[in-house]
């Protein structure tokens, strides 16, 4: 059997000052937004810190050398709609040729299970090494699924990226997909009885898109 992962936590003191920002309620929509695609990027460093690199001989104004670079056909970002496109900016500035692939899903408020209404991957997406986006990590139903999809399209390696987890949501991605990498910049204390995050932000899609 395959050894659970525990999940990355940033531990920057500065994630945690702009996570106090992005917790508080009279932060606006402009604000929030661009916080959201700063702690991406730093959630994004800290996944690809596996990454293999590729040696190239290029020519500095000094002369040759031999550098190391990033190749970035290999990877894919995979934002769940809405809110984990409010991630896109953040890790895009780290890998820009990286392919996007969406995947639609919203959750039923009452039963708390997410609903998929679209789906669309790169052609190659099997070949990529592929890092889902979405901020808010609540029960798992979504970022489960989403996985779930990948897998059945053929794709063998998954890591998921979030602002805020919850400990039901890490323990459900531990049990469901043993081999996925939680990278977030925090694990909050636990859902409340309508599956929002406490402490939490709040709903990050209607706080990112200024929605509600
Ligand atoms: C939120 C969030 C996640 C999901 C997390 O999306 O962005 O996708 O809930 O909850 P879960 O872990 O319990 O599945 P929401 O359904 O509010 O849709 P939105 O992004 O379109 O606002
Ligand atoms: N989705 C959100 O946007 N926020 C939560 O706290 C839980 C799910």
Same mark, same amino acid.
């Given at each position: 059997?395959?050894? /659970?992962?525990?999940?990355?936590?940033?531990?920057?003191?500065?994630? /945690?000052?702009? *996570?106090?920002?992005?917790?508080?309620?009279?932060?606006?929509? /402009?604000?929030?937004?661009?916080?959201?695609?700063?702690?991406?990027?730093?959630?994004?460093?800290?996944?690809?810190?596996?990454?293999?690199?590729?040696?190239?001989?290029?020519?500095?104004?000094?002369?040759?050398?031999?550098?190391?670079?990033?190749?970035?056909?290999?990877?894919?970002?995979?934002?769940?709609?809405?809110?984990?496109?409010?991630?896109?900016?953040?890790? @895009?500035?780290?890998?820009?040729?990286?392919? @996007?692939?969406?995947?639609?899903?919203?959750?039923?408020?009452?039963? *708390?299970?997410?609903?998929?209404?679209?789906?669309?991957?790169?052609?190659?997406?099997?070949?990529?090494?592929?890092?889902?986006?979405?901020?808010?990590?609540?029960?798992?139903?979504?970022?489960?699924?989403?996985?779930?999809? *990948?897998?059945?399209?053929?794709?063998?390696?998954? /890591?998921?990226?979030?602002?805020?987890?919850?400990?039901?949501?890490?323990?459900? @991605?531990?049990?469901?997909?043993?081999?996925?990498? @939680?990278?977030?910049?925090?694990?909050?204390?636990?859902?409340?009885?309508?599956?929002?995050?406490?402490?939490?932000?709040?709903?990050?899609?209607?706080?990112?898109?200024?929605?509600?």
């Amino acid at each position: 059997m395959q050894k /659970k992962m525990e999940p990355v936590v940033l531990t920057n003191p500065l994630i /945690k000052h702009k *996570l106090a920002i992005i917790r508080d309620k009279k932060t606006g929509t /402009k604000e929030f937004r661009e916080i959201i695609g700063e702690i991406a990027t730093f959630l994004c460093y800290e996944a690809l810190q596996d990454a293999r690199l590729e040696k190239q001989e290029i020519e500095t104004p000094m002369g040759k050398t031999i550098v190391q670079k990033l190749n970035e056909n290999n990877y894919a970002f995979v934002p769940i709609l809405r809110a984990g496109t409010g991630m896109l900016d953040g890790v @895009i500035n780290v890998v820009p040729n990286a392919k @996007i692939g969406h995947v639609g899903l919203y959750r039923n408020e009452e039963t *708390l299970k997410p609903v998929r209404y679209y789906y669309k991957m790169p052609k190659d997406i099997q070949n990529r090494e592929v890092i889902v986006l979405d901020p808010m990590l609540a029960t798992g139903g979504s970022a489960s699924d989403t996985i779930t999809m *990948l897998k059945e399209d053929g794709v063998t390696k998954i /890591k998921f990226l979030c602002i805020i987890a919850a400990p039901e949501g890490i323990e459900k @991605i531990k049990v469901e997909h043993p081999d996925v990498q @939680i990278y977030t910049a925090s694990i909050d204390e636990k859902l409340n009885e309508i599956g929002y995050i406490v402490p939490g932000l709040g709903d990050a899609g209607d706080r990112i898109f200024g929605t509600k």
